[in-house]
């Protein structure tokens, strides 16, 4: 096992260096040779090179007959495990008083796929950020929640009159403001579950909250104690970021239980 960690240990020192880095990452685009590659990073050849050869001997890539250079399969899949190192140090701060609560494993170690992401703060800001996913939804919204403020069921409203599909997962422990099944009543919210165009969800502890439509997303994660919060999120609309969110909901959504709107307090 220490031969392994020593190993290990090498490859990052291999990868501790920028310009190496983004030589593996331009070479993830398409391959190339020393003199381009130089042209490209506004460095020198003879830098460059060096780089290249260090990488070569690192196994991470590999020369070919006609002097071009591409990524191995060890150097590729390298690569893929990068944006998750990238995400989490972007962050540092944040993760500082939040963790990942009870996501399972294989959603932490996929992680990297929200690093192309804005780091929101601010109730105000995510509430208008979560109106705008509403009204810029054409087929779906997905959620997942522990609050719902009254201030964001009208507009999700007005897009399900449109035909879009809201499907919607609750902590059995939600907050939930007065006025709201007098709002609903108003609003004909039954109707809209007849049609089948609302399905709810419930489950009994909600830690990660989720907003999505077909085209952008958002995730916020819960803090150190385990306590979801709407005070900070990551938004945006890069599809890997998209998929995680998306992923997420359908594995909440299916390990969640029927929805029981008798369980909710005003």
């Not at 990452?25 to 460095?43: H, P, Q, W």
């Not at 909250?209 to 900070?232: D, H, Q, R, Y």
Request: hydrophobic share 35%.
């Amino acid at each position: 096992m220490t031969d392994h960690y020593e190993e290990a240990a090498n490859n990052f020192l291999e990868l501790s260096s920028q310009q190496r880095l983004h030589i593996i990452f331009r070479l993830l685009e398409k391959k190339s040779k020393v003199t381009s590659m130089a042209k490209d990073l506004g460095a020198t050849v003879q830098e460059v090179h060096r780089n290249f050869a260090r990488l070569e001997d690192g196994g991470f890539i590999t020369k070919d007959m006609d002097g071009y250079y591409s990524l191995t399969t060890y150097g590729k899949t390298i690569c893929s495990q990068m944006p998750s190192i990238i995400f989490l140090s972007q962050n540092r701060k944040y993760f500082e008083d939040h963790n990942f609560g009870n996501i399972p494993s294989k959603f932490i170690m996929r992680i990297g796929q929200l690093a192309n992401s804005t780091h929101i703060k601010s109730v105000v800001k995510i509430l208008e950020q979560w109106k705008s996913i509403y009204k810029n939804a054409d087929k779906y919204i997905y959620e997942i929640l522990t609050e719902i403020p009254l201030d964001i069921i009208e507009p999700k409203v007005k897009r399900i009159e449109k035909g879009v599909k809201f499907n919607y997962i609750l902590s059995e422990s939600a907050i939930i403001p007065k006025g709201r099944k007098k709002l609903l009543q108003k609003l004909n919210y039954d109707k809209l579950i007849e049609k089948g165009l609302v399905e709810r969800k419930m489950q009994k502890n909600v830690q990660v909250l989720v907003v999505l439509n077909e085209k952008e997303a958002c995730v916020s994660f819960p803090n150190i104690e385990g306590e979801p919060e709407m005070t900070e999120m990551f938004y945006s609309t890069d599809p890997m970021f998209h998929e995680w969110c998306l992923d997420y909901f359908r594995y909440t959504w299916y390990e969640s239980e029927i929805f029981q709107e008798n369980k909710l307090r005003e």
